[in-house]
T-cell receptor, first 110, second 118 residues
Framework: QKEVEQNSGPLSVPEGAIASLNCTYS??????FFWYRQYSGKSPELIMFIYSNGDKEDGRFTAQLNKASQYVSLLIRDSQPSDSATYLC??????????FGTGTSLTVIP | GAVVSQHPSRVICKSGTSVKIECRSL??????MFWYRQFPKQSLMLMAT?????????EQGVEKDKFLINHASLTLSTLTVTSAHPEDSSFYICSATPGGSRGDSPLHFGNGTRLTVT
């Protein structure tokens, strides 16, 4: 069983819609949860992190965490073509253990 | 804050030569840095964990004698690809976290080094 699982997509949404990206993790000891965006040919950049159950909003982005279900999601409101990228979900545990999903490819259609 | 600088961004070398890639944490100290490799259209693959003042920890299948890692200070780790071959051509990315070993701070990535071996 993989540590972090994501649907590889591709996920396509029209401009202005809400994009919903999902991620599950296997280890209940995971303590921190991150979303990265990676444009083609570039390195990942951090867009959100969440530590506690519930929602965390930052601009057009909302991260949601449900530790009981071992589920993390990222919502992107008012999606823009510039949001088209691969989104990586990552979890961490104490001792500097980080685990990445394989990423979900998002395309926002103008 | 939490900027990671990686150099060079792009390198082309001949088969059999060695290439050194530097990774620096600019505004924080990093006892641990991570080196990843990514082939086109594939996911990130952790190669090794670089520990300041001690030996790096390599992932299964990564040759430690081929990918030499030196973490000489709290702000600098280097990856040397020795005797590079065309199959080593890839996108190499370093990362570090300002959170020590707690695991509660995010990883921040360098801009990556695109290595092409001819």
């Amino acid at each position: 069983q993989k540590e972090v699982e994501q649907n590889s997509g591709p996920l396509s949404v029209p401009e202005g819609a809400i994009a919903s990206l999902n991620c599950t993790y296997s280890d209940r000891g995971s303590q921190s949860f991150f979303w990265y965006r990676q444009y083609s040919g570039k390195s990942p950049e951090l867009i959100m992190f969440i530590y506690s159950n519930g929602d965390k909003e930052d601009g057009r982005f909302t991260a949601q965490l449900n530790k009981a279900s071992q589920y993390v999601s990222l919502l992107i409101r008012d999606s823009q073509p510039s949001d088209s990228a691969t989104y990586l979900c990552a979890v961490s545990r104490a001792g500097n253990q980080f685990y990445f999903g394989t990423g979900t490819s998002l395309t926002v259609i103008p | 804050g939490a900027v990671v600088s990686q150099h060079p961004s792009r390198v082309i070398c001949k088969s059999g030569t060695s290439v050194k890639i530097e990774c620096r944490s600019l505004d924080f100290q990093a006892t641990t840095m991570f080196w990843y490799r990514q082939f086109p259209k594939q996911s990130l693959m952790l190669m090794a964990t670089s520990n300041e003042g001690s030996k790096a920890t390599y992932e299964q299948g990564v040759e430690k004698d081929k990918f030499l890692i030196n973490h000489a200070s709290l702000t600098l780790s280097t990856l040397t690809v020795t005797s590079a071959h065309p199959e080593d051509s890839s996108f190499y990315i370093c990362s570090a976290t300002p959170g020590g070993s707690r695991g509660d701070s995010p990883l921040h990535f360098g801009n990556g080094t695109r290595l092409t071996v001819t």
